[in-house]
């Protein structure tokens, strides 16, 4: 089976020879974990665990809709959280997002991600199903 690379010009890609952020293998759609980081070191919006979940939801909507799906088709979320006790301002976020049935969800507390000032970071997999938002 081939893989295609999705990208969105709303989320900036890695470095070369790194890692996809998107990837559509037959009927499945594979996101890299997305961050609140802005591609040059700083972060995007104000910072606070709720934005920064906002945006990591929002880096994967952009990469849904560019691969012609909708967040509907989301079946997986894996969020990662520097501080459990953000779990509320990350469904706060999640709620903005996804309605009706929600997307299966595994939530582990860690101890940092790839920049010190992030606090959240979100993969997801989607199984499109040919509707749009």
């Given at each position: 089976?081939?893989?295609?690379?999705?990208?969105?010009?709303?989320?900036?890609?890695?470095?070369?020879?790194?890692?996809?952020?998107?990837?559509?293998?037959?009927?499945?759609?594979y996101m890299s974990g997305m961050t609140a980081g802005d591609?040059?070191?700083?972060?995007?919006?104000?910072?606070?665990?709720?934005?920064?979940?906002?945006?990591?939801?929002?880096?994967?909507?952009?990469?849904?809709?560019?691969?012609?799906?909708?967040?509907?088709?989301?079946?997986?979320?894996?969020?990662?959280?520097?501080?459990?006790?953000?779990?509320?301002?990350?469904?706060?976020?999640?709620?903005?997002?996804?309605?009706?049935?929600?997307?299966?969800?595994?939530?582990?507390?860690?101890?940092?991600?790839?920049?010190?000032?992030?606090?959240?970071?979100?993969?997801?997999?989607?199984?499109?199903?040919?509707?749009?938002?």
């Amino acid at each position: 089976m081939s893989l295609e690379q999705i990208i969105s010009p709303s989320v900036p890609e890695p470095e070369p020879n790194i890692f996809s952020n998107c990837l559509i293998s037959g009927k499945q759609l594979y996101m890299s974990g997305m961050t609140a980081g802005d591609g040059k070191g700083g972060i995007l919006g104000d910072g606070t665990p709720y934005d920064q979940s906002r945006q990591c939801l929002i880096k994967i909507k952009y990469l849904v809709e560019a691969a012609g799906c909708a967040l509907d088709d989301v079946v997986k979320l894996t969020i990662y959280l520097t501080d459990i006790h953000d779990r509320a301002e990350f469904g706060r976020a999640r709620a903005e997002f996804f309605k009706g049935v929600m997307p299966c969800s595994t939530l582990v507390g860690i101890t940092a991600l790839a920049q010190p000032n992030l606090v959240v970071e979100v993969d997801a997999v989607a199984l499109p199903q040919g509707n749009s938002n």
